[in-house]
């Protein structure tokens, strides 16, 4: 029986770690990769023995160009077909765009953009070959809010990767291939804190805050139903609903509820 390999960026910590479980838990094979060695060391061991599957763990940093070459090159000298790839690695710069030195947004467009282009194309050819394939893209709720006064090139990015997921659907569905673009809003993990905006993520209402395994849960289930776009939980998609509907110029009237900081002006 061959083997279900899925690929999960960004695997050590957060949606990304949450969805590595859920996968593992219905039988998928895992290459996981992030940037800590002793993080993931731990996390493919644990997956490993509670699972009783096949995992196996790359090193890299995206933010280096060279890497997703080096992890497609790493699955093929392995064996490991790539059914399922999940591109989850992320963060936020804290700064306001006028702060933020011109290396630390490339580095963030490396990874939240240029490096999901990469790994999607280089694995995409094995898909086409096989006629199957699935692709998740974590994007976000900011993929479809007005322009943020914090976080200039957040959004933006994500509008785009919403956008390559469809283009990728248009493209390659006649091949047996899928791509879910996953956009959940204020999630429950570590991400805030790592990218220095935890004070943001303090300020935001209960009930806007949702854990990380419930927005994994969604995120695996849709993505192997072959959905285009999946809007985790109800309060978020009630959200998406209303900012797809009501003009921008309305949106400050209840963001500094609601988003606190992202549309005054700095």
């Known amino acids: 029986m061959i083997k279900k390999y899925a690929l999960v ?7 990304g770690l949450e969805i590595s479980k859920i996968l593992a838990s219905i039988g998928f094979s895992l290459v996981l990769v992030a940037r800590r060695e002793d993080k993931l060391k731990e996390v493919t061991k644990t997956l490993i023995n509670k699972y009783d599957i096949t995992a196996d ?28 790839l999940v591109n989850n690695a992320g ?12 290396e630390a947004e490339e580095k963030f467009l490396r990874v939240l953009g240029v490096s999901v282009i990469a790994l999607t194309k280089l694995f995409l050819i094995d898909m086409i070959k096989a006629k ?3 692709i998740m893209m974590i994007s976000s709720v900011a993929a479809f809010a007005p322009p943020s006064s914090i976080q200039t090139l957040y959004g933006p990015i994500k509008t785009f990767i919403n956008r390559f997921s469809e283009g990728l659907n248009l493209s390659y569905n006649s091949f ?14 570590n991400f805030h804190t790592a990218s220095g905006v935890q004070q943001e993520m303090d300020s935001v209402p209960s009930f806007m805050k949702k854990p990380a395994n419930r927005i994994a849960k969604e995120a695996v289930d849709d993505t192997l139903k072959g959905k285009r776009i999946c809007v985790p939980t109800k309060t978020y998609k009630v959200i998406v609903f209303l900012l797809k509907l009501l003009p921008h110029s309305l ?15 700095n």
């Open 9 to 15: 960026t960004g695997a050590s910590s957060g949606i």
């Open 251 to 265: 949106f400050p009237l209840f963001s500094k509820r609601l988003a606190p900081g992202r549309y005054e002006n």
């Open 132 to 134: 199957q394939g699935k």
């Open 91 to 102: 963060y936020a710069l804290p700064d306001t765009f006028h702060k933020t030195s011109m």
């Open 57 to 84: 763990y790359c090193v890299g940093d995206l933010e280096n160009p060279n890497i997703p070459q080096i992890i497609y090159d790493f699955c093929h000298k392995k064996g490991y077909f790539i059914r399922l």
């Open 176 to 189: 047996g291939i899928t791509s879910t673009a996953v956009c959940p809003g204020y999630t429950v993990t």
